[in-house]
């Protein structure tokens, strides 16, 4: 279908689909349409990897929330059609970083006036904001929350994406995921309903499910060759073979990745020189070069197209070439070096032109991209990638288009009128490695480095080298430092293990085709966009702790893993490829996995601890108010359409409401209905977004405290004091809160016992919503001798040992505790990273939970009337910032962090106010010279001049910060960069 003929879409968008080169659908997205996505009608699109699920999204949203039509806007204003809008649209995903993803692919569409918001996190606000964006992009942990906090939106809503919605079968995220679809669908009957899957066994279940048409397909935009490496060859599902030989003393994964990149190399060394460096012998007539001249500028386009790049012209069209680079940095970089030549062949009347062209483009963004470009054009060139916003890389087709660029240095082959690419060559190939742990991970990216290392070029060597030195900033952790190493060297890892900022980094690096692999457990395939040339499965068994021992994944997520493999306009095909090391698992593994189908997706519904959750904000938030009102509710979950367990929802239903009964959350009415009612402490609970158990375990824990507080110490010798200065404790009406507001007002004379910051975290580290770190060998009897230290500290009964499961998790959970501890403590990330077996994403997931279960606690103890909200309040702003009580107020400074925080104490200046009226140069002393550091955190404290010009450091800054600093020390020269609020809670 040609996009100019798909119906009900706006005017603009069939033109924003050509400007991308995008002329017809693709087979599945047809389909979709004719099955009358843009009609209103809901949809089930089960279809693989890359084979264009989101375009699909956007035709559904786009005919939604307009009236399909476009009005003319001003050409000066850069929009062609301006979109009138008369709804919302909502996208759901599983995970906060296809969240940001997302964000980023629709930002493109605020061209044509549309607005954008995103929301992942703050799971008590009802959103209001985001209710004048036509697309919310949410996790569907942050919808739900948005319907459990009655967001009056939700009722305007037209559409709802549900992307990865196979993952209703995951026992963690599909129970969230299903009831919010069914809420969304009650609580308005009209709104459509797009659903986004993999390829499942099952797809016409999910369909039946949610009354919509289905469009299954196996069609992908390029070929996928499933098959196993074994010996010396590969094995492919047709039943081909490849040679692919291992070397002596190398691993078969490494062999892949050697023949990977090997492979382009030889492609591009196969090609005539005259096909990859041509250069025409005029330009239309305008200009005759002498031939010297134009002979250097060709030798000078070999120098610099020569490694993965190709440089060809077609023979119709007037300018010297494309290059096809394998990098952003590259691609600007080398149009740079050719402006200088090509300038001499723009023409006055073209050099008018490209002028007012610079202008357009220069007003497109703030972007250091956007204004190289503009500063570019007039010298006929120009450089074309993905993170140009979309005008100009349109500009920059319609010149080329046109013939007035001379030379364009582009990361993506481009589709231009007049030029044949027939003859361009793809980007250097990149390989995936899926393995079963963090550990295998990490391994396997330093081995694989020692591949790559040699293959890279000097401008590859320098970019990595810049992106290391990134990764290195963001925490002072041998993790951060392993992962680094192996990026210097071309190669790197991908786990839960690594902060926000490594993973982006380190997808970023891949994209550009400066990392040329990537070894990685299974969460790099859960939607984030990282295709390549080839995919390895290597480890095809995990360890799964329900089971005692190693289990077969399941063929959906292999197929899924696989599915990465082949990127649409640089691949003529990809390879998806397992490892067998015998002839049986050769034939076990194409059974297994290259020659299945995927599972059916079941629902998890019927498990009590997704239905204490559901079943409280279901009642709280008036979807249902009696048994049979639940029941009936349920009828319209996946569950109640897959069940052939007569009785079996019924049975966990009145499991859960006796429990919530019991812990004072809901109450049953004595009237033939059995009406049901959330207490205020349950409608409490539902806003919040806590299990039901973390709750009851939280409240019990306050009110034994409370029971017995006049029977134990309530100081513990680790609550924020050092051993070699006075504690510096601060009363709690003096600490701020990470958005600056007073904590709250506290009698300096109350002698009320308090609980420690580690009976605190030991209480909301053994709830249901906080992952526990586990017990490594030898653990048992350090933490048992702690725990029987620190008895007096739990708030709540300690299990005897010899109630073996319910001690070990008391243990795990006095771990997990001992870790916010140390943070709170200031002690080193690397340190805690050391002593605990954890990476730096980790302790941040870790802390953000913290941080979200103690302000639950919080809100928990003051609805009871719990005397107890001023130690938790310090304890909670404590972990969110990592520093002792003397740091609190400092560290609330946005920009400040932890460790700057300790830097200005040392100084002399010990809080906010202190900071507002500071001596600048005592500021930039402690923060070791960095101006534009000192300026941001001054404007933040409110100083009256936080200008650093002609500003001095003061001497001896450092030396006061060497002899005061945090215990543990600080590697120098180190600036830990804490986000300014810590207090979503992150991934789960």
Request: some cysteine; hydrophobic content about 35%; proline content about 4%.
């Amino acid at each position: 279908m040609d996009v100019a003929d798909i119906p009900g879409v706006p005017a603009w968008l069939p033109e924003h689909l050509q400007a991308e080169g995008i002329e017809e659908l693709y087979p599945p997205q047809a389909e979709a349409v004719e099955g009358g996505v843009t009609d209103g009608a809901n949809l089930v699109a089960s279809v693989p990897t890359a084979s264009g699920k989101t375009l699909i999204a956007e035709l559904a949203m786009f005919s939604a929330i307009t009236d399909g039509e476009g009005d003319e806007a001003g050409d000066d204003e850069g929009v062609d059609h301006a979109a009138e809008t008369d709804g919302t649209a909502l996208y759901i995903v599983p995970l906060r970083a296809l969240a940001s993803e997302k964000r980023t692919e629709f930002e493109q569409f605020e061209a044509y006036g549309l607005e954008v918001g995103v929301s992942t996190g703050n799971y008590e606000s009802d959103g209001g904001w985001l209710g004048d964006k036509d697309v919310v992009v949410a996790t569907s942990e942050k919808v739900d929350s948005l319907v459990r906090n009655d967001a009056p939106w939700i009722d305007d809503l037209d559409c709802v994406v549900a992307d990865e919605v196979h993952l209703v079968d995951d026992g963690e995220r599909g129970p969230t995921l299903e009831v919010t679809l069914a809420k969304l669908r009650k609580r308005n009957p009209d709104l459509q309903t797009v659903a986004l899957s993999a390829t499942i066994g099952n797809a016409d279940a999910l369909a039946e499910w949610l009354d919509a048409e289905l469009v299954d397909s196996t069609w992908r935009p390029i070929d996928l060759k499933k098959g196993v490496h074994y010996g010396q060859a590969l094995q492919f599902e047709d039943g081909s073979q490849q040679e692919l030989r291992v070397h002596d003393n190398e691993k078969a994964t490494a062999a892949i990745l050697r023949d990977t990149l090997s492979s382009e190399i030889q492609d591009l060394a196969q090609v005539p020189k005259n096909k990859r460096n041509l250069i025409k012998e005029t330009l239309d007539g305008t200009f005759d070069p002498q031939v010297e001249y134009q002979q250097s500028i060709k030798e000078e386009i070999q120098n610099l197209c020569i490694d993965p790049l190709q440089y060809d012209i077609g023979e119709e069209f007037g300018i010297f070439g494309i290059a096809i680079t394998h990098d952003i940095g590259s691609a600007e970089d080398i149009a740079v070096r050719l402006s200088e030549d090509t300038t001499a062949f723009v023409s006055s009347s073209e050099r008018d032109t490209l002028n007012e062209v610079a202008k357009e483009v220069q007003a497109a963004g703030n972007s250091r991209s956007v204004q190289k470009l503009s500063e570019l054009i007039p010298t006929g060139v120009g450089f074309y990638h993905g993170k140009l916003p979309e005008k100009c890389r349109r500009r920059v087709k319609e010149l080329a288009n046109d013939g007035l660029l001379k030379s364009i240095v582009s990361t993506t082959s481009l589709d231009l009128d007049n030029v044949d690419n027939t003859n361009t060559f793809h980007e250097g190939g990149s390989l995936l490695v899926f393995v079963n742990s963090r550990k295998n991970a990490e391994a396997a990216a330093r081995r694989l480095a020692s591949t790559t290392d040699p293959l890279l070029s000097g401008d590859e060597r320098d970019r990595l080298a810049e992106i290391a030195a990134e990764i290195r900033d963001v925490s002072d952790t041998e993790t951060s430092d392993d992962l680094a190493d192996a990026v210097e060297g071309g190669a790197a890892f991908h786990h839960a293990g690594l902060s926000r900022e490594h993973r982006s980094l380190v997808e970023e690096a891949f994209q550009e085709r400066l990392v040329k692999v990537i070894s990685a457990t299974p969460t790099l395939a859960a939607g984030v966009n990282t295709p390549s040339r080839r995919v390895v499965v290597r480890d095809w068994r995990r360890y799964d702790g329900t089971a005692g021992g190693m289990q077969p994944l399941s063929v959906l997520e292999v197929h899924q893993m696989m599915g990465r493999a082949g990127r649409p306009g640089l691949d003529p095909y990809g390879e998806a490829l397992l490892l067998a090391s015998s002839h049986d698992e050769l034939d076990e593994l194409f059974e297994r996995y290259v020659w299945a189908d995927p599972e059916p997706v079941q629902s998890k519904l019927a498990a009590e601890p997704a239905l204490r959750t559901h079943i409280l904000s279901t009642v709280a938030s008036g979807f249902a108010n009696s048994r049979a009102g639940l029941l009936d509710f349920l009828e319209a979950t996946l569950y109640a359409s897959q069940t052939t367990e007569g009785g079996r929802l019924e049975t966990v239903v009145d499991e859960v409401i006796a429990y919530l009964e019991a812990n004072d959350f809901l109450t049953r009415e004595d009237d033939p209905d059995g009406t049901l009612r959330a207490t205020s402490i349950g409608q409490t609970v539902s806003r919040l977004y806590l299990d039901p158990m973390s709750a009851a375990e939280m409240l019990d824990g306050l009110r034994e405290f409370e029971r017995t507080a006049g029977e134990r110490s309530t100081r513990s010798p680790h609550d924020g004091e050092r051993d070699d200065e006075p504690p510096g404790f601060e009363p709690a009406s003096e600490l701020v809160s990470d958005a600056g507001d007073d904590i709250g007002e506290s009698d300096d004379t109350d002698d009320t016992p308090q609980p420690t910051a580690m009976g605190l975290y030991h209480l909301v580290s053994r709830t249901p919503d906080m992952y526990e770190l586990y017990l490594r060998s030898g653990d048992e009897e350090e933490y048992s001798m702690e725990a029987y230290e620190r008895e007096a500290e739990f708030l709540g009964a300690m299990p005897s040992e010899f109630e073996e499961g319910r001690f070990e998790d008391w243990l795990s959970a006095l771990k997990t505790a001992r870790l916010l501890e140390d943070w709170a403590d200031e002690v080193e990330e690397g340190t805690i990273t050391e002593r605990y077996g954890v990476g730096p994403g980790d302790i941040r997931g870790k802390v953000e939970t913290a941080s979200w279960l103690l302000n639950a606690a919080e809100r928990l103890a003051g609805e009871v009337g719990l005397d107890v909200t001023p130690a938790i309040r310090e304890a909670r702003v404590r972990v969110e910032h990592g520093v002792r009580a003397e740091l609190v107020d400092l560290a609330g400074v946005r920009g400040v962090g932890r460790k700057r925080a300790r830097r200005l104490f040392a100084a002399g200046i010990e809080s906010r106010e202190d900071l507002r009226e500071a001596d600048k140069a005592v500021v930039l002393g402690a923060l070791r010279g960095r101006e534009k550091t000192a300026e941001n955190i001054l404007t933040n404290a409110g100083h009256r001049d936080p200008s650093m010009d002609g500003v001095t450091p003061a001497a001896g800054s450092d030396e006061l910060t060497a002899a005061n600093g945090a215990g543990s020390g600080d590697r120098d020269g180190a600036e830990d960069e804490q986000p300014a609020d810590q207090s979503s809670l992150g991934d789960f």
